[in-house]
């Protein structure tokens, strides 16, 4: 498959007066092939909305980019504000977090819709209202009609997340971006939401870039996935690999953490320490003060993504130096 989203090098940075500038985001690099789906996971605070709003060109503007971020062979990061605004919630777009503030409360579902159609698309307001119409039926929403004359307010949280997936479709993306897309979802609706776009995804062959915190949507629905933290990709690969043998501390970390891992009865298994609060200013690795096989190249020299399989890369010494001294 071909590469549609190519993210490379990318620093996000912030400036702070009387001091460096602040880096949530440290030198990212993503691949996503064309139909697959890429999770970027990891905990709150480790840089996930940054670097999707960076693809969207949607940062603060007191933000300064580096890097490079190629979407279908093209270099966004210079293109024109009018040439990024266009592929915006065209070619690329977005599903938020939190869709009952995402959504205008003072305009019905269909007006909305209906604007993406008009802005995008060129459609006239019959055009637009039918597709609106038909896209509401296609996420699975009974009665569109109704629906689309309701307001935000009017729908449930499930309602609302199947509106804008239907908005985000709306102009034929090639790219979706979802946000930590059931966070405020019960467990069945966001089984439901995640297979809905599973359905389409299969349909319309878009690429799916998902953000979320949450390890078990990452084993359901993504193809690969990266793992952050502080800023940075501590490991990446394929879903089932990083999964199923975890190379990064972290990450053995996270899934150790997961409900179900432990003993009935005991605690789960807690990460010690917290996420250091300026990760850019230390001099070795952000997680070695938290680190269970931590050495001492951890505390000054910052380790960088090596391939530790055919599928698989990693960012640890650790991890890293096993594999030298078990080679042949």
Same mark, same amino acid.
């Given at each position: 498959?071909?590469?549609?989203? *190519? ?31 890429? !999770?970027?996971? $990891? ?16 940062? &603060?503007?007191? /933000? ?7 979407? +279908?062979?093209? *270099?966004?990061?210079?293109?024109? &504000?009018? *040439?990024?605004? /266009? ?29 993406? %159609?008009?802005?995008?698309?060129? /459609?006239?307001?019959?055009? %637009? !209202?039918?597709? %609106?119409? +038909? ?37 034929? &993306? ?9 966070? %405020? @979802? ?29 390890? !078990? ?17 501590? *490991? ?6 990083? @999964? ?8 053995? $970390? ?12 005991? &605690? ?27 050495? +001492? ?11 530790? !399989? ?19």
């Amino acid at each position: 498959m071909s590469t549609l989203l *190519e993210v490379t090098d990318l620093t996000v940075a912030f400036p702070r007066p009387g001091m460096p500038p602040s880096q949530p985001v440290r030198g990212v690099s993503l691949e996503a092939a064309a139909g697959e789906t890429l !999770g970027i996971v $990891g905990e709150t605070g480790c840089g996930k909305t940054l670097t999707g709003r960076a693809v969207l060109g949607l940062l &603060p503007d007191r /933000a300064t980019l580096t890097g490079s971020i190629r979407f +279908d062979g093209r *270099e966004l990061t210079t293109l024109p &504000p009018h *040439e990024r605004a /266009a592929l915006r919630g065209g070619s690329i777009s977005l599903v938020f977090q939190n869709p009952g503030t995402a959504l205008n409360p003072l305009f019905t579902i269909g007006h909305q819709l209906g604007m993406v %159609a008009r802005r995008h698309l060129g /459609a006239d307001r019959r055009r %637009a !209202g039918a597709l %609106a119409l +038909d896209h509401l039926g296609r996420v699975g929403l009974p009665d569109p009609r109704r629906v689309a004359a309701a307001y935000p307010h009017e729908l449930s949280g499930g309602m609302l997340q199947r509106a804008m997936i239907a908005m985000a479709l709306i102009s034929g &993306p090639r790219l979706l971006i979802l946000d930590e897309p059931t966070t %405020a @979802l019960d467990v069945t609706v966001a089984r439901q939401i995640l297979r809905l776009v599973l359905e389409l995804q299969a349909e319309l062959g878009f690429t799916v870039l998902l953000i979320t915190h949450n390890l !078990g949507v990452v084993a359901d629905v993504c193809d690969t996935t990266a793992v952050m933290y502080a800023g940075r990709v501590v *490991e990446r690969g394929r879903t089932t690999e990083v @999964l199923s043998a975890p190379k990064h501390p972290y990450t053995r $970390g996270l899934i150790g953490a997961l409900p179900g891992r432990g003993a009935p009865g005991r &605690p789960l298994t807690a990460i010690p320490g917290t996420v250091p609060n300026d990760p850019a200013a230390l001099p070795g690795c952000a997680f070695a003060a938290r680190c269970p096989v931590v050495m +001492d190249a951890c505390r000054h020299t910052e380790p960088r993504l090596t391939a530790v !399989g055919t599928h698989q890369e990693v960012a640890c010494f650790a991890e890293t130096t096993a594999l030298t001294e078990t080679a042949p």
